[in-house]
């Protein structure tokens, strides 16, 4: 078993619950208007870590870390409910959510079980150095470009606040960018290892 890999993956989910818990905390300043430029930043932290692109690239890294197909399975699965457990967990600890949370959000931990194993699957396959794995590598930097669009980020309504406003459009921003740079790398590597496999095979005697 790749413990090492195991741990990478319980680490990694422990640390996005606690971000994204974290940029849900709100002050009174915040809630009574006094604070927006605050406000703005801590939305727009919370829709980053919160994101669907990010959370799915968890069961991504996950399957990468263990690097078998079948433990990658499962380590897409355990990685979205340790960070649904821990993330609401650790919110009743602080009082800031009560024990009615787990049924209001049951939902996404039914999503987890159902999610984590495919994107976990995607994870250990992007490993690979044929277009397989090229195609999986570039899962995660394609959803990175379409979430914004899909969840309306650049269309808010006008009557929404203006943090709120800031907040979609610059996460919006974040993820568009880093999802075509992402897809761009992915292109580049691939175009690169078959020029390197070919200057291999004409120096070879």
Same mark, same amino acid.
């Given at each position: 078993?790749?413990?090492?890999?195991?741990?990478?993956?319980?680490?990694?989910?422990?640390?996005?619950?606690?971000?994204?818990?974290?940029?849900?905390?709100?002050?009174?300043?915040?809630?009574?208007?006094?604070?927006?430029?605050?406000?703005?930043?801590?939305?727009?932290?919370?829709?980053?870590?919160? @994101?669907?692109? &990010?959370?799915? $690239?968890?069961?991504? +890294?996950? !399957?990468?870390?263990? /690097? %078998?197909?079948? #433990?990658?399975? *499962?380590?897409?699965?355990?990685?979205?409910?340790?960070?649904?457990?821990?993330?609401?967990?650790?919110?009743?600890?602080?009082?800031?959510?009560?024990?009615?949370?787990?049924?209001?959000?049951?939902?996404?931990?039914? @999503?987890?079980? &159902?999610?984590? $194993?495919?994107?976990? +699957?995607? !994870?250990?396959?992007? /490993? %690979?150095?044929? #277009?397989?794995? *090229?195609?999986?590598?570039?899962?995660?930097?394609?959803?990175?470009?379409?979430?914004?669009?899909?969840?309306?980020?650049?269309?808010?309504?006008?009557?929404?606040?203006?943090?709120?406003?800031?907040?979609?459009?610059?996460?919006?921003? &974040?993820?568009?960018?880093?999802?075509?740079?992402?897809?761009?790398?992915?292109?580049?590597?691939?175009?690169?290892?078959?020029?390197?496999?070919?200057?291999?095979?004409?120096?070879?005697?």
């Amino acid at each position: 078993m790749n413990r090492r890999g195991w741990c990478l993956v319980v680490v990694a989910a422990i640390v996005l619950a606690l971000v994204s818990l974290a940029s849900n905390v709100t002050t009174l300043s915040q809630l009574e208007g006094k604070a927006d430029t605050l406000l703005a930043g801590r939305l727009t932290l919370s829709q980053l870590v919160n @994101a669907g692109t &990010v959370w799915a $690239g968890l069961a991504v +890294l996950s !399957g990468w870390l263990v /690097r %078998r197909p079948a #433990p990658a399975v *499962a380590a897409g699965v355990i990685a979205l409910l340790t960070a649904c457990v821990v993330h609401y967990g650790v919110g009743i600890a602080f009082g800031m959510f009560d024990l009615n949370v787990w049924a209001a959000n049951l939902h996404w931990l039914l @999503a987890a079980m &159902v999610v984590g $194993g495919p994107f976990g +699957l995607v !994870g250990s396959i992007a /490993r %690979r150095l044929d #277009p397989w794995g *090229a195609a999986a590598r570039l899962v995660v930097p394609v959803g990175a470009v379409l979430e914004p669009f899909v969840a309306g980020r650049f269309t808010t309504p006008a009557v929404l606040p203006w943090p709120n406003r800031v907040a979609d459009i610059i996460s919006g921003l &974040v993820l568009l960018t880093a999802g075509v740079v992402g897809c761009f790398r992915v292109l580049a590597a691939g175009r690169r290892r078959p020029a390197i496999s070919e200057r291999r095979a004409t120096a070879e005697p």
